[in-house]
């Protein structure tokens, strides 16, 4: 008689997932997450794949298993996400960080890399994603990072303590009240239209993290107003956006003074980033 009647092994559950709709990327990390093995370590699935599941594992699986058919997002269900070659802890205070959020920091660190002291700037850092990336990549750098959510800066902030990076996080609206000058600012803000469609795919992140007015560019319209005073001679503005955003976005860049105003492709072929330098 098969063993599986009896206890179910890793395979089986496998099986199991997948004929229930799971993902197989999202099957398999569950079953790492619950077996409390590495994520990067698929393999130790095969080669375990005869192996018996308790049934403690079994339960804690079926709990995430159903949450995640709700639509949860993987993160805050395994309560990590990788970004920038970092282990972040995200939950649901902060959205989780996008791979497409990466080229923002690409962007970033080439500004940076004839300056790699220079004082940073991070606005609306949410799980503190890009200020811990830049600083991981450039330690030199002096890197502060605001955020209006007090949940958002407590994930932040136990996210640098974790990684040893020394970041100064501090809670405000944007540049509201913001003194020194930088030669960086950097900001992946909300910017999702009140009313768009895709809004129902993410009703279990944060909304004050996602949408920004009628037209999702509110928040880029105050950074980019507000910005030109806090950045020093030559400093640079890099903004996240939406799919169709980045004409609107280098319309409000040019508007408010700036020069070298481009767009940069995500992962997709997509403009998801904009940004101007100040003369």
């Given at each position: ?6 206890t ?6 496998l ?29 130790w699935?095969?080669a ?13 699986l ?19 996400k990788?970004?920038y ?17 990466e ?25 503190g ?5 830049l ?11 605001i ?22 996080f ?13 030669q ?25 993290a ?26 640079w ?5 939406g ?37």
């Open positions: 008689m098969n063993s599986d009647t009896h179910p092994t890793i395979a089986s559950t099986t199991r997932l997948l004929a229930q709709g799971l993902d197989r990327l999202d099957a398999q990390l569950l079953l790492l997450h619950v077996l409390q093995q590495s994520p990067h370590n698929r393999a699935l095969m375990h794949d005869t192996d018996p599941i308790g049934p403690t594992a079994l339960q804690q079926s709990d995430l298993t159903l949450r995640r058919q709700r639509g949860e997002p993987l993160a805050y269900l395994t309560g990590h990788e970004f070659g970092l282990d972040l802890r995200v939950d649901a205070r902060v959205l989780v960080p996008r791979p497409d959020t080229t923002l920091v690409d962007w970033a660190l080439e500004v940076l890399q004839a300056q790699d002291t220079a004082e940073v700037l991070d606005l609306g850092t949410g799980s994603a890009i200020a811990l990336a600083k991981h990549t450039l330690p030199d750098l002096n890197v502060s990072a955020d209006y959510s007090a949940d958002a800066l407590a994930v932040a902030s136990a996210n640098a303590a974790r990684l040893h990076l020394a970041v100064s501090q809670q405000g609206s944007w540049l509201d009240g913001v003194s020194a000058r930088y960086l600012i950097v900001s992946n803000p909300p910017y999702i239209a009140a009313q768009d469609q895709h809004l129902s795919a993410l009703t279990f992140e944060p909304l004050q996602l949408t920004s007015g009628v037209d999702g560019l509110d928040d880029i319209r105050r950074i980019i107003r507000q910005a030109p005073a806090r950045l020093q001679a030559g400093g503005l890099l903004l996240e956006h799919y169709d955003q980045a004409p609107a976005v280098r319309a409000l860049l040019h508007e408010a003074g700036f020069c070298d105003v481009q767009s940069r492709l995500d992962l997709s072929d997509i403009e998801r980033c904009s940004g101007g330098k100040l003369a």
